[in-house]
């Protein structure tokens, strides 16, 4: 049909302000995700810069294979030991000491109760207890650290006292413990998350079969679940590992190099926040091996998440 | 059934059939649809008259909801879907980088198969469009488009004395017929609708078919739906697909007395679905 | 034949059943403990803390001489020697110096300064004897609230025999008395625990998490809205996506060392402010409000995106429009679980030396601060009986911030989850 350039129906619109101001949006909110990023480009660009810095004083192998810890520079530079020695295997064994004997506490405690209100609990039970739990894993760490030095580590050295044990007030064991008890809601909602995902097909295929309800957890959803719920000690693990009021309040200054859990050790974490506050030059060896110390706390934790993150990703994805 | 009787325009169609008069409004050429790697539509050729009520059948997944929705480009949404061939609105091609998509679908207006009004006020639901379209400078102006739009749609008396009440505590006929209005509310000239009444009782479906056929004096209206009694009761015009492919398309009358294809006659009495 | 197989599955599903039994068994029982830890450290905190709200008060008979005091010069008089002598004159008999000082011990060090405010308030007294109510001093304080146990030798104790005596009778002239401790909540930090408070450190953490929220939450849900929205399902937004799960689970006070050096080294900004705190803080948060924002977001139905895009409205339109204002309740319920962390964290401000000694309570978020959280560390850490009291009682009043801010989470939860 012979149709001249008026169309009776516009669907050009018109050249708006619109458009632009759409765009604009965009890239602000484009602006706005980055920051996410920047955060973690940050992270890395200031531990990496301080850490390149305390490298330049002391040697990288002294720090990574030295035994002993004692950062105490003296302040003017003719004083006798000014050095300080930054050996970190005491800090990286005292930090596995306490966060292994947390994991060893809250592991079994935590998946215990996951199954337990996954699979058996009543609606009731699970709408009481769940509340409670995630209140157990909103407490403040500091709140735990202070319970710590309150409660749990004179309780510990008192009972050791009774059966002719010598426990330190700030045992590895009472940090450890103390530790765990923040772990067990971090497990139990993790694990929990992950046996919900294990689909009921398979729970009905079990069942079919003439199977008790115990053998089913057991023989089936277990063995299902077990990817998920190792990535979730993995990063209850990675959490213990940066853990810092707990053991700033409840474990040792000095670095003890020991597997004894009833003597005092010092944890990577301790050690930042005691070289940090207080007094400080900015460019000594001490301040600087903080920052060290917290770029290797970073790489680790971070390798854990990582690995964690993509098991129960891929995890979920199975069942989705 | 009706016999169609369409003010008699020149000569505007060139496909198809004589048979069908009117103008054509949309013209859908050679158009293929993928999803991904999948093709939903393949070579569809399509005329939509003015001023007329045209059905879209055929057994589920046979693509007729795809095609209603590149009228519109609903489907520039879905990411992985990709469109080729021409449609045209009005003689001009619809996917022309010149052609803004906020103005398309403004006169190509859609009704959705679950109702879904915006959890707001009837007034907000029905205004909304005028207000984001700047087609109403005053608020008395906005009042009147608001009152219109309901009582075009039939929702006027039920609904006036409380439009400042939540569109969504209306019943499921009465939100349907909302979402009506609030799509007549922006002007369009072309309505799509997606299977209307699959979500409504016997009652409202009735009082839906019944204001279809009073919209269809203003506005061209294209239809999905899978209960062919009701493409046989308000439709003017017929397309049946099956598999992805238009199969046959003319006037209702005769593609349900006398349809030419075997596939639509196994449709349209029961044997396909 | 058949009775055999019939005792065979009857013997097995005994054993099974057992089996069953233990396991259920195990679960309650490692709820019971972990739960059981949980009223213990409340339970013991709560009692310990409890007894902070009261503070024993001493009362002192005292002249206030016209001659000595400049009525239009209060300030300047020297309220702690009238103090002194007041108290000797009530204990007409003592001689020794030793024997005074442990006498002056028995009221707060700030004692004056009360009695200085009170005769500012009511000069009218100034020229006659009057009564004044005085905090007794923290060992006082604590013995009078049985925290001393007399029958330790003296020398081991804090309070002396002779100390015992004179409290013994102040307490039968009904000169003692214990009262709601409105200090604790509207002072600052001390080193003397009878006068120590918390809001110094309240009102920090509050301009702290202020600032927190006001960067983190537009951030946060613009970021949110940007990934679930508008970004394409490509490379970029996934890598985003793993970086902010990633961030979600960093040590906390890593955080710190990144304000450490960057805010307080590289960019300059003041120390020890609620500032520099609410900036790490917001960092912190930050993934917690983004992830909790897309679960909002993808809450809400595509039907209505589909409603508003049909209508002609763009796709900014239809997200400022309709999809945000819809996902706002859970957007906000996530932001505000993400606060009560931000409220709880120690650690990122110890980095950034949120942990000084800071009695005046904080004007403004440049002003040196304190935060709750900092300031139970550092009472925790006073090695006088006093602050353990404190102490608790300080977590206490964080734990009921806390939990305040998570019931109202739960509530916007609610409504929000009748809507849909």
């Known amino acids: 049909m012979s149709q001249d350039e008026t169309h009776t129906i516009d669907i050009i619109g018109k050249p708006s302000r619109h458009k632009i101001q759409e765009k604009i949006v965009t890239y602000f909110m484009l602006l706005c995700s980055s920051v996410a990023i920047l955060t973690t480009i940050g992270i890395l660009a200031s531990l990496t810069f301080e850490t390149f810095a305390f490298f330049q004083k002391v040697s990288f192998l002294d720090f990574l294979f030295g035994l002993e810890w004692s950062p105490q520079t003296a302040l003017r530079s003719d004083q006798v030991g000014s050095s300080g020695s930054f050996g970190a295997v005491p800090l990286i064994t005292g930090t596995l000491l306490i966060s292994a004997i947390a994991m060893f506490f809250a592991t079994p405690l935590g998946l215990l109760s996951a199954i337990y209100l996954a699979e058996y609990a009543s609606k009731n039970v699970r709408a009481v207890v769940k509340p409670l739990l995630e209140l157990l894993a909103g407490i403040p760490t500091v709140v735990y650290g202070f319970f710590a030095a309150l409660i749990i580590a004179p309780f510990l050295r008192g009972g050791g006292e009774n059966v002719g044990l010598v426990i330190s007030s700030e045992s590895a064991l009472a940090a450890g413990l103390t530790m765990g008890v923040m772990i067990i809601p971090l497990i139990s909602s993790l694990s929990d998350d992950v046996i919900n995902a ?31 719920i190792a990535g979730s000690l993995l990063l209850a693990t990675s959490r213990a590992i940066g853990e810092t009021m707990i053991v700033v309040m409840a474990a040792g200054l000095a670095a003890n190099l020991t597997a004894n859990p009833f003597e005092a050790v010092t944890t990577v974490t301790v050690q930042i926040v005691t070289l940090l506050t207080g007094d ?33 990703d891929h995890y979920k994805e199975q069942y989705d | 059934m009706n016999s169609v009787v369409m003010p008699n325009e020149l000569g505007t169609t060139d496909y198809q059939t004589e048979l069908i008069a009117g103008k054509s409004i949309i013209q ?65 091609d619809i996917h022309a980088p010149e052609v803004d998509v906020v103005a398309l679908r403004q006169k190509v207006g859609m009704v959705f198969q679950k109702p879904n009004p915006f959890p707001k006020s009837i007034y907000d639901n029905i205004a909304y469009g005028p207000r984001i379209h700047n087609m109403t400078p005053s608020k008395v102006e906005l009042d009147e488009v608001v009152e219109k739009s309901l009582k075009r749609a039939g929702l006027w008396e039920e609904a006036k004395d409380r439009l400042d009440k939540p569109g969504t505590g209306l019943s499921g006929g009465q939100q349907q017929r ?21 979500a409504l009782d016997p009652i409202a479906t009735a009082k839906i078919e019944e204001l279809i056929d009073e919209l269809r004096q203003r506005f061209t209206i294209i239809i999905v739906t899978h209960s062919m009694q009701q493409a046989a009761r308000i439709s003017q015009h017929t397309a049946f697909f099956h598999m992805g492919y238009l ?9 349900f007395s006398a349809p030419k294809d075997e596939r639509t006659q196994n449709y349209i009495t029961g044997r396909i679905g | 034949m058949t009775d055999n197989i019939n005792i065979l599955i009857a013997s097995s599903n005994a054993k099974r059943q057992s089996a069953e039994r233990s396991f259920r068994v195990y679960g309650i029982f490692a709820i019971i403990l972990s739960l059981s830890f949980l009223f213990i450290m409340i339970g013991s905190i709560g009692l310990r803390g409890a007894t902070a709200f009261k503070q024993s008060f001493v009362q002192i008979e005292m002249e206030i001489p016209s001659d000595k005091i400049d009525a239009d010069n209060i300030k ?90 004179w409290i013994g009778k102040f307490q039968d002239a009904g000169q003692i008395e214990s009262r709601f401790n409105t200090r604790f909540f509207l002072g600052g930090d001390s080193r003397e625990p009878e006068q120590a408070g918390i809001l110094g450190a309240v009102i920090g953490s509050a301009l702290s998490l202020l600032v927190c929220f006001l960067i983190a939450f537009p951030l946060g849900v613009f970021a949110a809205v940007y990934l679930e929205e508008f970004a394409p399902k490509g490379k970029l937004s996934r890598v985003i996506e793993i970086n902010i799960n990633n961030l979600a689970a960093v040590p906390s006070i890593v955080f710190g060392l990144l304000g450490l050096a960057i805010f307080l080294n590289f960019f300059n900004l003041p120390r020890s402010t609620p500032l520099v705190g609410g900036m790490v803080l917001a960092l912190m948060t930050l993934p917690t409000i983004i992830i909790a924002s897309r679960a909002a977001l993808r809450a809400v139905p595509p ?17 400022f429009h309709h999809v945000i204002p819809l996902a706002m309740p859970g957007m906000l319920t996530g932001s505000i679980i993400g606060m009560a962390q931000a409220l709880g964290e120690t650690a990122p401000l110890l980095m950034i030396g949120m942990v000084a000694f800071i009695v005046d309570v904080p004007q403004g978020i440049t002003d040196a601060a304190t935060a709750l959280p900092v300031q139970i560390f550092l009472w925790a850490d006073s090695p006088e009986r006093g602050f353990l009291e404190k102490t608790s009682a300080a977590i206490l009043v964080l734990l009921v911030f806390l939990i ?12 929000l989850e009748k809507r849909w």
């Open chain 2, 247 to 255: 199969v046959e398309f003319g006037e209702t009358g005769d593609i």
């Open chain 3, 76 to 165: 300047r008089a020297r309220f702690g020697k009238l103090l002194k002598a007041a108290l000797r004159d009530s204990f007409p008999d003592l001689k020794s110096r030793k024997e005074k000082k442990q006498l002056y011990k028995l009221i707060s060090s700030n004692a004056e300064y009360s009695i200085r405010d009170q005769v500012l308030q009511s000069p009218e007294i100034i020229g006659t004897k009057a009564k004044f109510w005085v905090r007794a001093s923290s060992d006082v304080d604590m013995y009078l609230k049985g925290y001393i146990d007399t029958n330790i030798p003296e020398d081991q104790r804090r309070i002396s025999d002779l100390q015992l005596s």
């Open chain 1, 280 to 312: 400080q030059e900015f460019e000594s060896a001490k301040t600087l091996s903080a920052f060290a110390l917290g770029f290797f706390l970073f790489i680790i934790t971070l390798c854990l998440n990582i690995v964690a993150l993509k098991i129960v």
């Open chain 2, 178 to 198: 909302l979402c009506i209005a609030r799509a007549i509310a922006v002007e369009p000239k072309v309505i799509l609708m997606d299977e209307p009444c699959s």
């Open chain 3, 404 to 415: 305040v801010m998570n019931l109202v989470a739960i509530i916007l939860r609610r409504r």
């Open chain 2, 28 to 92: 859908a050429r050679d158009v293929d649809v993928f999803y991904g790697d999948k093709q939903a539509l393949f070579g569809m050729e399509l005329d939509i008259y003015e001023n007329s009520v045209t059905s879209l059948i055929g057994p589920s997944g046979c693509g007729k909801s795809t095609l209603l929705r590149c009228f519109n480009r609903m489907n520039d949404v879905i990411s992985t879907c990709r469109v080729t061939g021409s449609i045209e609105l009005d003689s001009q």
């Open chain 1, 198 to 228: 294990v689909p009921q097909s398979l729970r009905d295929a079990s069942y079919g079969l003439g199977a008790t309800q115990t053998e089913t957890i057991k023989e089936v959803i277990l063995p299902a679940a077990i990817p998920g």
């Open chain 3, 303 to 319: 039907s209505i995106r589909q409603a508003a895009i049909g209508l002609g409205a763009s796709k900014v339109q239809t997200t």
